[in-house]
């Protein structure tokens, strides 16, 4: 399991008295669902949706006091009510339930048939639902958590959580796509070369054309990636997060076509000094430019130059050597989600960073001695200021 469930049983639920199988030893998890279903079973056929399940997890923050069983219940319909499942005040809501199987987070399961046989009207739910929550903070004395951008990448579910752990695999396919994707990304000149990375990389690539010929966007699968029926999962860019839309990929590239065949079409830098350290030297004097562009820029130049940053650390990664690759790894995966917010990065301003990571890609790989390992760690010591500016910007923002 990837969380510890100890004693299940019902806070709450739609009337108060829904069978309890964790208190009540003659109660099932059957009688339950068929109580929650009897308005779903009661619609015709035909007129059913496919999918009838609504579920939504609510969690103590960290650090937060145990709350009450009495207090969940209160949170459990708050919630109901402000996401359209049951509203409440007499409207005809759908048929909940909420239990409660740790200190610290409850879940809410509902079918999303109502009692009169219609939908309920849960557009944005999870929007309203965290609205919902921060006045709920509030009112029970916890610690404020900052609301969210609206910029995080889709979670993995439960479901793709215990798929790549069948298959022993590092990470939920969704996450190593995204990951392979925005190394693609880093320094692409163009979005040929980056879907040349991608094709690179192993990935199986699907474009979507119009009519006209015009490239609309883009899907990715990983090889041998299928559902239960045995077709491929595809994940589109947008879907990765919403940076990696083709839009927004287009709108990076701005690195112009003169400038890659410099540095593909000589060494870089004096003779001794190899392409990989020559393209470090110029990655770390990007970043102390970009250092002083997030202090003293404007919001927009400095998300682009935040974003720009990622790009740099993954392809530092992606070139460094053995001893040292896992560990870059880990660290551009762990600022992949500072590197976006809701602010509106306003790219071309972000130029100098974003050649540093085309220049370090096409350098290859780095020796982990000598002059290669001296620039490395050059660039790392100055990607510790981005990285410090990058938190204190976004703290500054309120940002999650």
């Known amino acids: 399991m990837f969380e510890e469930h100890i004693y ?38 035909y007129r059913r949706h496919g999918k009838h399940v609504w579920h939504c997890s609510v969690r103590a923050a960290p650090g937060d006091r145990i709350l009450s069983d009495k207090e969940w219940a209160d949170i459990a319909r708050r919630v109901v009510a402000a996401t359209g499942i049951d509203p409440g005040e007499g409207a005809s809501g759908c048929r909940w339930a909420a239990v409660r199987h740790a200190d610290d987070h409850i879940h809410l399961i509902a079918t999303t048939v109502k009692e009169d046989g219609g939908r309920p009207d849960d557009n944005r739910s999870a929007k309203r639902a965290h609205a919902e929550c921060r006045l709920l903070q509030k009112e029970l004395g916890l610690p404020l958590v900052n609301a969210g951008g609206g910029t995080a990448a889709q979670q993995p579910t439960s479901a793709e959580k215990h798929k790549a752990k069948r298959k022993n695999r590092r990470a939920p396919h969704g996450e190593e796509l995204r990951e392979r994707v925005r190394r693609a990304v880093a320094g692409a000149a163009d979005q040929e070369e980056f879907f040349d990375r991608l094709a690179a990389s192993g990935l199986i690539i699907r474009r979507r054309t119009a009519p006209s010929g015009d490239l609309l966007g883009y899907t990715v699968v990983l090889p041998g990636d299928s559902n239960k029926t045995g077709k491929s999962v595809s994940y589109s860019g947008a ?52 250092v002083l562009v997030i202090d003293q820029g404007d919001d927009g130049m400095v998300a682009a130059q935040i974003a720009a940053g990622g790009e740099v650390l993954d392809a530092l990664a992606k070139t460094s050597a053995a001893q040292t690759r896992g560990e870059l790894r880990e660290a551009a995966w762990a600022f992949e989600r500072a590197s976006r917010s809701h602010i509106r990065a306003v790219h071309g301003h972000d130029r100098a960073l974003r050649q540093a990571a085309h220049d370090l890609i096409h350098s290859g790989p780095a020796l982990g001695l000598g002059e290669d390992g001296a620039t490395t760690a050059m660039v790392i010591d100055m990607l510790f200021f981005l990285v410090t500016d990058a938190a204190n910007w976004h703290g500054k923002h309120h940002h999650a």
Not at 21 to 34: E, H, I, M, V, W
Not at 257 to 282: D, L, Y
């Open 8 to 45: 299940p049983r019902l806070v709450a639920s739609f009337d108060g008295m829904s069978p309890d199988p964790g208190r009540n030893p003659d109660a099932t998890l059957k009688d339950l669902q068929l109580l929650l279903d009897q308005p779903v079973h009661a619609v015709l056929a």
């Open 239 to 290: 879907k990765l997060t919403p940076d990696l839309s083709l839009h927004r990929i287009r709108e990076r590239c701005t690195i112009n076509h003169h400038a890659k065949a410099v540095v593909e079409g000589r060494p870089a830098g004096p003779p001794r000094v190899s392409r990989a350290a020559a393209a470090r030297r110029k990655a770390t004097q990007a970043a102390w430019s970009a």
